[in-house]
């Protein structure tokens, strides 16, 4: 069965020339001219190719015409391997060289029923690059636009293709191109693109979700690298949408990913060589402070001033609001600006590199030994961090309870086989609420310093500021007086004991 073996990076599509122009490309092999291609997707009205997910296009470039067929990548970080075959078409559709036998007979079923749905329209060039011996790969830039129903989208795209040589040196090579060019992993196929518009669908927000994980057959290691590449997705959808989008959820999932990778390694840390630890764990977090203020300011914005307002029958809080949103707006432009800059895509494609170069441990703990460690670590961190709080319930020590709430959250998430579903649907809703409410606490230490500077910029917001102050303060304290005792109700559940 054909393999094809890519990587897939997206660039803004004013950086067209720079890629063009960058000196890997500029002086490799050219494959022939420039080729525009239109090709079109087919499928049932019902969209049941799309179901099973196979994808059926014709491609006209010159005057030659191929069909092809293709079935679902796995892709992580942008680097895709999946089925396809490719063969002439003269006019009518034909399955034979299709060598896989359900995804014949799938197609062969289907045919009578298949129409057209969508069309991408580019221009291709492509190059040969011979980054060593022993290694070939092709490098094509795409430019033009994906249509259906009279909707559009820009196609601007840089994919590397495997020819000879292994996985390792698609990453290589990316990141050797993206530490001078805005290229950033990206998933989505110009096909799922396609069918997006066709459904009329708007963009979905990457957000983390379960890793399938075979418990009786899979190792800690396996455990760590499925759900790490799983959260790199994650990472790599809302680093690519943040700059283009106004929604700033991007921004939040991005930090969200960033965090729930490094968790991830100090979980799994027994089964992962002390480099990649001692290396990656401290760049995750620096990657996710650097987006902490244009963060901090949105929810100054949406969760705080906005809500204040309404509770404010003087409308005083509008020109102190009008303040947050212009700093707001400010950091965005910044933040969105170094997000797509040269060099945006590296940590990324420098993480899946590394990520999928590791040694897989000659002896490796159960995973039910590793989940025990991991959840009584962050457990006992979490106890701990309550009693402080209980002793002085100040703004920074409920900021680390809250932040050990979290860690044991993504824990129990991750090692959720460890539970009775039951005793585990619970432990994650109140885990949850806490850790929001805990947050709230938050937002009031992140607040008053902007409000602060504000105020000494503008004296005339010292009432406004005076009362977005006091309503925070009232706002909080309802929540103040349980939310202690909840966490110790919570984190004294008999069913902990079970981890010992």
Same mark, same amino acid.
């Given at each position: 069965?054909?393999?094809?073996?890519?990587?897939?990076?997206?660039?803004?599509?004013?950086?067209?020339?720079?890629?063009?122009?960058?000196?890997?490309?500029?002086?490799?092999?050219r494959c022939g001219p420039a080729q525009a291609l239109?090709?079109?997707?087919?499928?049932?009205?019902?969209?049941?190719?799309?179901?099973?997910?196979?994808?059926?296009?014709?491609?006209?470039?010159?005057?030659?015409?191929?069909?092809?067929?293709?079935?679902?990548?796995?892709?992580?970080?942008?680097?895709?391997?999946?089925?396809?075959?490719?063969?002439?078409?003269?006019?009518?559709?034909?399955?034979?060289?299709?060598?896989?036998?359900?995804?014949?007979?799938?197609?062969?079923?289907?045919?009578?029923?298949?129409?057209?749905?969508?069309t991408t329209n580019f221009l291709r060039e492509t190059?040969?690059?011979?980054?060593?011996?022993?290694?070939?790969?092709?490098?094509?830039?795409?430019?033009?636009?994906?249509?259906?129903?009279?909707r559009t989208e820009p196609i601007s795209e840089l994919?590397?293709?495997?020819?000879?040589?292994?996985?390792? @040196?698609? %990453? *290589?090579? +990316?990141?050797? &191109?993206?530490?001078?060019?805005?290229?950033?992993?990206?998933?989505?196929? #110009? $096909?799922?693109?396609?069918?997006?518009?066709?459904?009329?669908?708007?963009?979905?927000?990457?957000?983390?979700?379960?890793?399938?994980?075979?418990?009786?057959?899979?190792?800690?290691?396996?455990?760590?690298?499925?759900?790490?590449?799983?959260?790199?997705?994650?990472?790599?959808?809302?680093?690519?949408?943040?700059?283009?989008?106004?929604?700033?959820?991007?921004?939040?999932?991005?930090?969200?990913?960033?965090?729930?990778?490094?968790?991830?390694?100090?979980?799994?840390?027994?089964?992962?060589?002390?480099?990649?630890?001692?290396?990656?764990?401290?760049?995750?977090?620096?990657?996710? @402070?650097? %987006? *902490?203020? +244009?963060?901090? &300011?949105?929810?100054?914005?949406?969760?705080?001033?906005?809500?204040?307002? #309404? $509770?404010?029958?003087?409308?005083?809080?509008?020109?102190?609001?009008?303040?947050?949103?212009?700093?707001?707006?400010?950091?965005?432009?910044?933040?969105?600006?170094?997000?797509?800059?040269?060099?945006?895509?590296?940590?990324?494609?420098?993480?899946?590199?590394?990520?999928?170069?590791?040694?897989?441990?000659?002896?490796?703990?159960?995973?039910?030994?590793?989940?025990?460690?991991?959840?009584?670590?962050?457990?006992?961190?979490?106890?701990?961090?309550?009693?402080?709080?209980?002793?002085?319930?100040?703004?920074?020590?409920?900021?680390?309870?809250?932040?050990?709430?979290?860690?044991?959250?993504?824990? *129990?998430?991750?090692?959720?086989?460890?539970?009775?579903?039951?005793?585990?649907?619970?432990?994650?809703?109140?885990?949850?609420?806490?850790?929001?409410?805990?947050?709230?606490?938050?937002?009031?230490?992140?607040?008053?310093?902007?409000?602060?500077?504000?105020?000494?910029?503008?004296?005339?917001?010292?009432?406004?500021?005076?009362?977005?102050?006091?309503?925070?303060?009232?706002?909080?304290?309802?929540?103040?007086?349980?939310?202690?005792?909840?966490?110790?109700?919570?984190?004294?559940?008999?069913?902990?004991?079970?981890?010992?």
């Open positions: 069965m054909p393999r094809e073996i890519e990587l897939k990076l997206a660039f803004p599509p004013a950086a067209r020339a720079k890629v063009l122009n960058h000196p890997l490309l500029s002086k490799a092999e239109i090709n079109t997707y087919f499928d049932t009205p019902a969209q049941e190719l799309s179901a099973q997910r196979i994808a059926l296009r014709t491609r006209k470039a010159g005057d030659t015409w191929v069909q092809t067929v293709k079935c679902a990548a796995k892709s992580s970080g942008g680097l895709a391997s999946r089925p396809e075959w490719e063969y002439p078409y003269a006019g009518q559709f034909d399955f034979t060289p299709v060598d896989a036998p359900d995804v014949k007979a799938r197609l062969e079923a289907l045919c009578e029923r298949i129409v057209p749905l969508f190059f040969a690059l011979t980054p060593r011996q022993g290694v070939r790969i092709l490098a094509m830039v795409d430019s033009g636009e994906v249509s259906a129903e009279g994919e590397l293709e495997l020819v000879e040589g292994d996985a390792d @040196d698609l %990453l *290589a090579l +990316a990141c050797e &191109l993206a530490e001078d060019l805005p290229l950033l992993p990206y998933d989505p196929s #110009k $096909a799922e693109r396609g069918y997006r518009l066709f459904r009329n669908e708007k963009q979905r927000l990457p957000r983390a979700t379960a890793v399938e994980i075979p418990q009786d057959s899979a190792t800690a290691f396996d455990m760590f690298r499925e759900i790490s590449l799983a959260t790199l997705r994650v990472w790599a959808a809302s680093q690519f949408g943040a700059p283009v989008s106004s929604n700033p959820e991007y921004i939040h999932q991005l930090r969200l990913s960033l965090r729930r990778l490094r968790n991830l390694i100090r979980l799994f840390s027994p089964v992962l060589t002390e480099d990649f630890c001692s290396g990656w764990t401290p760049t995750l977090a620096l990657l996710a @402070d650097d %987006l *902490a203020e +244009a963060r901090d &300011l949105d929810v100054l914005c949406e969760e705080i001033l906005e809500n204040a307002a #309404k $509770a404010d029958p003087d409308q005083r809080i509008e020109p102190l609001l009008a303040m947050a949103r212009q700093a707001a707006a400010e950091a965005n432009v910044n933040i969105k600006a170094r997000l797509a800059a040269a060099g945006c895509g590296v940590p990324i494609l420098l993480f899946t590199r590394e990520l999928l170069a590791l040694p897989v441990p000659a002896e490796q703990p159960p995973i039910t030994e590793v989940a025990s460690r991991a959840l009584r670590t962050v457990l006992k961190i979490a106890r701990r961090r309550l009693k402080l709080a209980q002793a002085e319930p100040s703004a920074e020590n409920l900021h680390v309870l809250r932040i050990a709430i979290k860690r044991l959250r993504h824990t *129990a998430e991750v090692f959720a086989a460890q539970f009775p579903e039951k005793f585990h649907a619970r432990v994650l809703n109140e885990l949850g609420r806490l850790q929001s409410e805990l947050g709230s606490q938050h937002d009031l230490s992140v607040a008053l310093p902007h409000l602060r500077k504000w105020i000494e910029a503008d004296p005339s917001q010292r009432e406004a500021g005076a009362f977005v102050t006091g309503w925070l303060i009232a706002t909080n304290l309802k929540l103040e007086r349980s939310i202690l005792p909840r966490c110790a109700e919570l984190l004294a559940l008999r069913h902990w004991r079970k981890l010992r």
